[in-house]
């Protein structure tokens, strides 16, 4: 496990979140991106989570719907790290694999695609 700091953290998650293509980071919509530093205690190893309604699913009731929020954690990330080049690998897979869920693509597919 390495130690991070919550800025240092912080940095990096915003580093992944602007490395995303803008042909992607421009389709996204309603959605705001946290981190915490623990995931739910119902999946304490959780790294990262979507929690909203994505685009494939949206049809005329989503007017006025609150924004989906996508979840980084950092102890659980920093849990399976021993660098910080591994915690910029593990923070990029896990802000594409929820960014991906808001577009509506399932786990079962992105672990085909590597995003596990």
């Given at each position: 496990?390495?130690?991070?700091?919550?800025?240092?953290?912080?940095?990096?998650?915003?580093?992944?979140?602007?490395?995303?293509?803008?042909?992607?980071?421009?389709?996204?919509?309603?959605?705001?991106?946290?981190?915490?530093?623990?995931?739910?205690?119902?999946?304490?190893?959780?790294?990262?989570?979507?929690?909203?309604?994505?685009?494939?699913?949206?049809?005329s009731?989503?007017?006025?719907?609150?924004?989906?929020?996508?979840?980084?954690?950092?102890?659980?990330?920093?849990?399976?790290?021993?660098?910080?080049?591994?915690?910029?690998?593990?923070v990029?897979?896990?802000?594409?694999?929820?960014?991906?869920?808001?577009?509506?693509?399932?786990?079962?597919?992105?672990?085909?695609?590597?995003y596990?």
């Open positions: 496990m390495i130690e991070v700091s919550e800025d240092r953290f912080a940095e990096l998650v915003e580093a992944a979140f602007a490395a995303v293509p803008d042909e992607l980071a421009s389709l996204l919509d309603n959605v705001v991106l946290f981190i915490e530093d623990d995931a739910p205690a119902d999946d304490p190893t959780l790294l990262g989570l979507y929690d909203g309604i994505p685009l494939t699913e949206r049809d009731t989503y007017a006025g719907a609150m924004p989906d929020r996508i979840f980084v954690y950092r102890n659980p990330t920093l849990a399976i790290c021993d660098t910080e080049e591994d915690v910029v690998e593990e990029g897979i896990t802000v594409v694999h929820e960014i991906a869920h808001h577009f509506g693509i399932e786990d079962d597919r992105l672990h085909e695609l590597g596990a």
